[in-house]
């Protein structure tokens, strides 16, 4: 009886996934090495730093990474606390006080106040002590870190972006999909309870395939509607 709906789910989860075009990071903008396509990259990294080429050492590192932010070999400094979040007299699930997990991975870039280069270990050996630090490299566009006019400095007033660090619970406000329905049609919801609307749910930092960073196609406002029942 139950044989064929599970039957149709795994096939269509399956053509879902096939449909996804392969991460490719090193040609979007998340590719800050010298070989970068943006216009804001690396030009020239000093003393031990000879690496310049490599592209995932701005956000992760192969060892001490830090574990605290809950994102995997985590290798860049985030602010914890300073952020307003979005508030409103409607909303009816639970909005975290600051943002968590891959928020603060995307924040520690995108809120403009911590520069491109302030990482745990740089790329090649002998680079690590223990902290975070800004190493003084040269960019191309002659910044160090999101300039406050750009379009991408989201800033650390959240009270005007889409809700993060929302626990996502269609039973507080039935206007939206299962968290299920939301995951098998290929947006993530993070955190221990698997529960957590961050960054992350939206945009995949590895795929530019669907433009800025969408993790599906937002053509009709498909993504939208993958979570609010509208
Ligand atoms: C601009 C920042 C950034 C860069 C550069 C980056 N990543 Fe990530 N990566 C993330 C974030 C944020 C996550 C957390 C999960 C998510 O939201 O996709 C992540 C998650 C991952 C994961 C865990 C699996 C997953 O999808 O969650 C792996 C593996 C990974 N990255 C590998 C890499 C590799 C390899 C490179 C270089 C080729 C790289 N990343 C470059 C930000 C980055
Ligand atoms: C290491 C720094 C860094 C991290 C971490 C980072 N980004 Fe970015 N991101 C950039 C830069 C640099 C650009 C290009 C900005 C520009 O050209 O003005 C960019 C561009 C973008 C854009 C496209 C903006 C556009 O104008 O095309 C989006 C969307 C975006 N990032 C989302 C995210 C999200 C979501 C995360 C976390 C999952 C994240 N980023 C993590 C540095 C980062
Ligand atoms: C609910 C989904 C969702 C969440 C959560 C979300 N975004 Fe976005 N974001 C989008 C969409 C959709 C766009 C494209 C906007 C458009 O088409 O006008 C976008 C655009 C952007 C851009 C490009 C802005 C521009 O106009 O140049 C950046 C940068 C960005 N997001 C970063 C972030 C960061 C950082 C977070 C977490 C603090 C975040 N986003 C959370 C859906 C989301
Ligand atoms: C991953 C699921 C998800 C996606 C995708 C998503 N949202 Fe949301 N959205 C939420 C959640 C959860 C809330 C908080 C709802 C609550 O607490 O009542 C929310 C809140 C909102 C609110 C504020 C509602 C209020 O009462 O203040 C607006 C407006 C909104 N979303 C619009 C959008 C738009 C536009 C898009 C597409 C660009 C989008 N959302 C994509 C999950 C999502």
Not at 9 to 16: D, E, F, M
Not at 67 to 87: D, F, I, K
Not at 96 to 113: E, K, N, R
Not at 122 to 128: K, L, N, S, T
Request: one cysteine or more; charged letters at 10%; glycine letters at 10%.
């Amino acid at each position: 009886m139950f044989a064929r709906p599970l039957v149709l789910a795994l096939a269509v989860g399956l053509l879902g996934n096939t449909a996804l075009a392969a991460d490719d990071i090193s040609s979007t903008k998340h590719n800050l090495s010298t070989s970068g396509t943006g216009s804001i990259k690396l030009a020239s990294a000093p003393g031990a730093d000879t690496d310049k080429d490599q592209l995932c050492s701005f956000c992760h590192t192969p060892h001490f990474g830090d574990a605290s932010v809950g994102v995997v070999l985590w290798n860049r400094s985030v602010n914890t606390s300073g952020y307003t979040m979005y508030s409103s007299s409607s909303i009816d699930m639970t909005i975290a006080s600051q943002p968590q997990g891959v928020s603060l991975a995307c924040l520690s870039c995108h809120d403009g106040t911590i520069a491109f280069d302030n990482l745990r270990n740089g790329p090649g050996a002998g680079d690590y002590n223990g902290n975070t630090w800004s190493r003084g490299w040269s960019w191309t566009s002659n910044v160090n870190k999101m300039s406050g006019s750009a379009s991408a400095n989201v800033g650390q007033d959240l009270s005007n972006d889409h809700p993060v660090s929302v626990t996502y619970d269609n039973t507080a406000d039935t206007a939206f999909y299962s968290a299920t329905a939301v995951t098998s049609a290929g947006l993530r919801l993070y955190g221990s309870g698997g529960n957590q609307v961050e960054c992350g749910s939206c945009h995949n930092p590895h795929n530019n395939t669907y433009a800025p960073f969408l993790r599906i196609n937002n053509q009709g406002s498909a993504l939208c509607l993958t979570c609010h029942v509208k």
